[in-house]
């Protein structure tokens, strides 16, 4: 299947671990992103890779930080969780360029930080 | 900036009403306009899309028209069912990297 895939879907961690969020795609995209929706559903952008290189790095604490290895995968770790990550993390991917730019999304990994 | 506006839900009907849900967006340029679905438990997909003023973009029975005069792109069905339930996000990209999402508007259709 062609897709945006993630994993785990679900975490549940304590409070002040590390853990990591993988994503992988089989588009043939060459940008991703990352995303954190919250309860009220509302969406934010976190990081976004170009052909590997990080080119959106919104204010996000310096705790998450993304790798991305190759153009297909865009990892995310995040340190010494806190009760407020607590979310629903998308990663996204597209193909940049005029009249594209629409993004195809994973299933979510939801977060709980106890 | 770019910014995008929608109808704040929820937004409650019956099977078979008639859909609208309010957008409107301010830009500079001519963005690409694109309205996303998400269904419960999952992640957002694209509904449709209108890359020009006057496009209409159509899926699934939506439909959604680029009103450039209005800034406006709101979207219709003219007969929801309860499949339909789901939150709605209007999105705008200025042909950066970045796509701007709206709130989002959930949606609940009672049989």
């Known amino acids: 299947d062609t897709a945006v895939s993630q994993t785990p879907k679900y975490l549940v961690t304590q409070m002040g671990n590390d853990k990591s969020i993988k994503c992988e795609q089989n588009l043939g995209h060459d940008t991703m992103y990352w995303y954190k929706q919250d309860s009220k559903k509302f969406l934010k952008i976190m990081f976004s890779?170009?052909?590997?290189?990080?080119?959106i790095n919104e204010t996000v604490p310096n705790r998450f930080s993304p790798k991305s290895p190759d153009k297909a995968h865009l990892n995310l770790h995040i340190n010494s969780l806190e009760l407020g990550d607590s979310a629903v993390y998308f990663c996204?991917?597209?193909?940049f360029g005029e009249g594209r730019n629409e993004q195809f999304f994973g299933p979510g990994t939801r977060l709980t930080v106890l | 900036g770019n910014s995008v506006t929608q109808m704040e839900g929820p937004v409650t009907l019956s099977e078979e009403a008639f859909l609208t849900i309010n957008c409107t967006y301010t830009a500079t340029g001519y963005p690409s306009l694109f309205w996303y679905v998400q269904y419960p438990g999952e992640g957002l997909q694209l509904l449709l899309k209108a890359t020009k003023a006057d496009d209409k973009g159509s899926n699934k029975g939506f439909e959604a028209t680029y009103r450039k005069e209005t800034t406006s792109f709101h979207l219709e069905k003219g007969s929801v069912q309860v499949s339909d339930s789901a939150v709605y996000f209007c999105?705008?990209?200025?042909?950066?990297?970045?796509?701007?999402f709206g709130a989002g508007t959930r949606l609940f259709v009672k049989a």
């Open positions: 996204a991917s597209s193909l």
């Open positions: 890779y170009n052909n590997k290189e990080l080119i």
């Open positions: 999105a705008l990209n200025p042909g950066g990297f970045k796509t701007i």
